[in-house]
C-alpha cells in the first residue's frame, strides 16, 4: 500500500505535561505534617557529602516505570502494570520495545523509601537530590507536588522536610518530560505523522547529531543536613612565586544568630596549611603545591582539601563540608592562554556521555575507563559536547588532571527568542555555579554550533557572554562555531575561538592533499579577523570498525588514519604563528544517533569503538600526543610510527 507522509509541526513546551502531576491527595493519611512550601534549589551547587553533621543515601537501583499516552492525566492518576526500570540510566535502550524507545513525551518512574528516625529531628532538614533528569521533571512525594525543574543535565535538590512521612514508607514519583520545543534547552519540534489510512504518530524532531536519550540520566540521592547548613562556597586562586592563594566566600541558610565561620585547608597528608575564622576571605599558603595538567608535571592534579564549619555560640559544631579545591591560574592574551603563568596547548576531544544499553546514565566503570583511555593517549583535555557531564567526572578530572572545557546544553541555537535567551541564561547560570570549584574546569563554552551567521545572533550572544562574565571573570568563554570567519556576527563576544571543520568528509570527501593548505588558510583568516586565540574543536571522520582500504577510501580506519594524519601537518604549520592554542578530534568514542541513512549504527568518528576498543588511530592519536608533551618538555610514553609532529623523525617502532 502506497503510504503518505503529512506533517504537521507543533511546537509543545516541556512542562505543560509535567504540570499534570499537581493533583490533589488520594486520603487523608497522605497529608503532610505541615502545609507544603516548596523549597527547590535549583542550582544544587553543592555535591551531597557524608561529614560529621550530614548523612546521604542513595536511591539508586530499581524503580517502576510506565509510558504515558500522549492524552493523560498525568504519573499520579496512572493506573496499570509497570515494567522494571534501571537508575540511574536512560530508558530508551532498556527493553525491546520501540515504543519506549523513540517515546516523546511523559514518563513515570516511582518508587518507595524510608527516612532514617534521626533524620525526624527538629534540628534536621531532608533533602532529594536529583543528579540530572532529561529533561522537565515534575517530583511528587506521598501525593504532593514537592518541585519541578525543567533543565536536563543538571542537578536541583528539594527539601522534603516538613513532607516526608516518619517510621513509614515514602512514597516517590517522578514525572518526566522529553519534549523539546522552541524555547527549550536544546530545542526540537515535535512532529505529528499522518499516514495514509490516517494513522497519525508522534515524532521528536531536533538537528544535533546525537541521540535523545532521556530518563533519570545520574544518581537520585536522599540527604540530611543541619536546619542552619552551608549552602554554597566559592573558590578562587592566585599564585605568586610559590606562594599560593585562596579567596573564598561562604554562605549559609537558615537561623544565622551568633553563627561564626572555622575554615581550615588541608594538603594531601592531611596536614592543616591554613586557617581563618571569617566566613568569607583569603588565605595564604607557603610553598604551595599547584595544580596542573596531566603530562605538564610529575604530580598533576594536587589537590587540597577545603573545610568550612558553621560554629554556635556555645562553640559547638552546625554544620560541616568539605570541598577538594586546586591551586592554579588561567590567564589569556589575544593570542595564547595560560595556566599558572605557562602557556597552554590544549590536546583532546570532543566527547558524549553515552555507551551501550545505558545511554546517557551515569556508570563509574565507564567513565574510570574512559579517564585511563585519555592517559593511554595522552590527551590533556576534553569538551563537555554539548552538555555539562556527571559531577563525578569533574571530581576524576581534578583527581588526574585533565582539563575540561565545560558546554552548556545550548546545540545548534537558532530562532533567538527573549524566552530561549532566558532559558539559555538560566542553564548556564546552574552549570557555573555546580562547576566552579573545579580546577580542571579552564574555559566555559556557552554554545555548540549556534546559528551565528543570522543577524539576530549578535546581541543575543552578546547578552550571553555579559551573563557568564557576569558570574565569572576567572575563565574565558567560548563557542564551538560552524560559520565562516566572515560570516560569523557572534564570536566577537568571546574570548577564545573554536571552530568546526571537516575537511576531507563533509567538505570534499576523499580529497586529502587539499586539507593543510585549506585549514591553515581558514583558520589564520579568523585569528586575523578577530584577534583572538584560535584552537579547532571538532574535525575528523567515521571509521567503521575492521574496514581498511588501501589507497585509503571514505569510512575505512585507513582513511580515518591519513586524515588525522594531514591535520596534524595542517596544526603544525599553524603553532608558529603563536595563535593555535589547541586540537580537539571529534570524537573519543562511537556514539548513538537518531536513525539515519547518513549513520550508519550511529556517529563513527571514534577512534576508540563505543565498547571502548581502539581503532587504528588510536596508535596514532597516542604517539602525536605524546610526542607534543615531549616537546614541551614532559615525561612522556612510547612514540608511533607515523607523522606526528614536526621535530620527530619517522621511525617504526612497538606501539604498544
Given at each position: ?21 499537581a493533583k490533589i491527595l488520594k486520603s487523608e493519611a497522605d ?195 543541619p536546619k542552619i547548613y552551608v549552602d554554597d562556597i566559592k ?113 583532546g576531544f570532543g566527547m558524549h556521555e553515552d555507551s551501550d ?300
Amino acid at each position: 500500500m502506497h503510504l503518505v507522509n503529512v506533517k504537521v509541526l507543533f511546537i509543545i513546551m516541556c512542562i505543560n505535561n509535567c504540570h499534570a502531576d499537581a493533583k490533589i491527595l488520594k486520603s487523608e493519611a497522605d497529608k503532610p505534617s505541615k502545609p507544603i512550601e516548596l523549597n527547590v534549589n535549583a542550582e544544587g551547587s553543592l555535591y551531597p557529602r557524608e561529614t560529621e553533621t550530614r548523612e546521604v543515601k542513595t536511591l539508586d537501583g530499581i524503580w517502576k516505570f510506565r509510558v504515558l499516552p500522549p492524552v493523560n492525566t498525568g504519573c499520579l492518576g496512572a493506573e496499570g502494570p509497570t515494567i522494571l526500570m534501571p537508575v540511574p540510566s536512560s530508558y530508551n535502550d532498556v527493553t525491546q520495545n520501540v515504543l519506549i524507545r523513540d517515546h516523546v513525551g511523559l514518563v513515570c518512574y516511582e518508587r518507595q523509601f524510608r527516612v532514617p528516625s534521626s533524620w525526624s529531628l527538629s534540628d534536621r532538614r531532608v533533602w532529594l537530590r536529583f543528579s540530572s533528569v532529561s529533561y522537565a521533571a515534575n517530583v511528587s512525594l506521598n501525593g504532593y507536588q514537592v518541585g519541578s525543574h525543567k533543565i536536563g543535565h543538571l542537578p536541583f535538590d528539594i527539601d522534603i522536610t516538613g513532607v516526608f512521612r516518619h517510621n513509614a514508607n515514602n512514597f516517590l514519583t517522578v514525572a518526566v518530560d522529553n519534549t523539546l520545543g522552541n524555547n527549550t534547552i536544546p530545542q526540537g519540534i515535535v512532529e505529528y505523522i499522518r499516514n495514509a489510512n490516517s494513522q497519525v504518530h508522534v515524532k521528536q524532531s531536533y538537528t544535533f547529531d546525537f541521540f535523545n536519550y532521556a530518563g533519570i540520566h545520574r544518581s537520585v540521592f536522599l540527604h540530611s543536613t543541619p536546619k542552619i547548613y552551608v549552602d554554597d562556597i566559592k573558590i578562587t586562586t592566585n599564585i605568586q612565586g610559590d606562594y599560593g592563594f585562596v579567596s573564598y566566600e561562604t554562605t549559609y541558610k537558615g537561623t544565622t544568630n551568633n553563627v561564626q565561620c572555622l575554615v581550615q585547608i588541608y594538603d594531601k597528608n592531611n596536614d592543616q596549611v591554613a586557617h581563618s575564622k571569617e566566613c568569607s576571605g583569603s588565605l595564604l599558603i607557603p610553598k604551595a603545591n599547584f595544580w596542573w595538567p596531566y603530562l605538564m608535571d610529575s604530580n598533576p592534579g594536587y589537590l587540597y582539601t577545603f573545610k568550612i564549619s558553621l560554629i554556635n555560640s556555645r562553640k559547638e559544631l552546625i554544620d560541616t563540608y568539605y570541598e577538594k579545591i586546586g591551586i592554579r591560574t588561567i590567564e589569556w592574551t589575544n593570542t595564547s592562554i595560560f595556566i599558572n603563568e605557562k602557556p597552554l596547548y590544549l590536546r583532546g576531544f570532543g566527547m558524549h556521555e553515552d555507551s551501550d544499553l545505558r545511554g546517557k546514565g551515569w556508570d563509574p566503570v565507564l567513565w574510570v575507563k574512559n579517564f585511563n583511555l585519555l592517559q593511554w593517549v595522552g590527551a590533556n583535555a576534553f569538551r563537555t559536547s554539548h552538555y555539562p557531564y556527571a559531577e563525578e567526572i569533574y571530581q576524576l578530572a581534578d583527581e588526574l588532571g585533565i582539563m575540561i572545557i565545560g558546554e552548556c546544553p545550548s546545540v545548534d541555537t537558532d530562532i533567538f527568542g527573549p524566552e530561549l535567551l532566558t532559558n539559555h541564561k538560566l542553564a548556564l547560570t546552574k552549570m557555573i555555579n555546580r562547576d566552579k570549584n573545579h580546577p580542571s574546569v579552564i574555559i566555559w563554552s556557552i554554545a555548540n554550533e549556534p546559528r551565528t551567521q543570522k543577524d539576530p545572533a549578535d546581541a543575543y550572544f552578546k547578552q550571553i557572554a555579559d551573563h557568564v562574565k557576569s558570574l565569572d571573570t576567572s575563565r574565558p568563554i567560548t563557542f564551538s562555531t560552524n560559520q565562516q570567519y566572515y560570516s560569523d556576527k557572534a564570536v566577537k563576544h568571546v574570548d577564545v575561538i573554536s571552530v568546526n571543520r571537516y575537511l576531507a568528509w563533509y567538505e570534499e570527501p576523499g580529497q586529502l592533499m587539499d586539507v593543510v593548505a585549506n585549514l591553515t588558510h581558514d583558520i589564520a583568516k579568523w585569528h586575523k579577523k578577530f584577534n583572538k586565540p584560535v584552537l579547532i574543536s571538532e574535525y575528523g571522520s567515521d571509521a567503521i570498525t575492521g574496514f581498511h582500504a588501501y589507497p585509503e577510501y571514505v569510512w575505512s580506519e585507513d582513511y580515518q588514519l591519513a586524515l588525522l594524519s594531514e591535520h596534524f601537518k595542517a596544526f603544525d604549520q599553524l603553532r608558529p604563528e603563536g595563535f593555535f592554542v589547541g586540537e580537539f578530534i571529534w570524537n573519543f568514542a562511537d556514539f548513538n544517533t537518531p536513525q539515519s541513512f547518513t549513520r550508519a549504527g550511529g556517529n563513527k568518528k571514534g577512534i576508540f569503538t563505543r565498547s571502548r576498543q581502539p581503532k587504528s588511530a588510536a596508535h596514532l592519536v597516542r604517539a602525536r600526543y605524546n610526542s607534543i608533551a615531549k616537546s614541551e618538555g614532559y615525561v612522556t610514553q612510547r612514540e608511533s610510527g607515523y607523522y606526528i609532529f614536526k621535530d620527530e623523525p619517522i621511525k617504526r617502532v612497538d606501539l604498544y
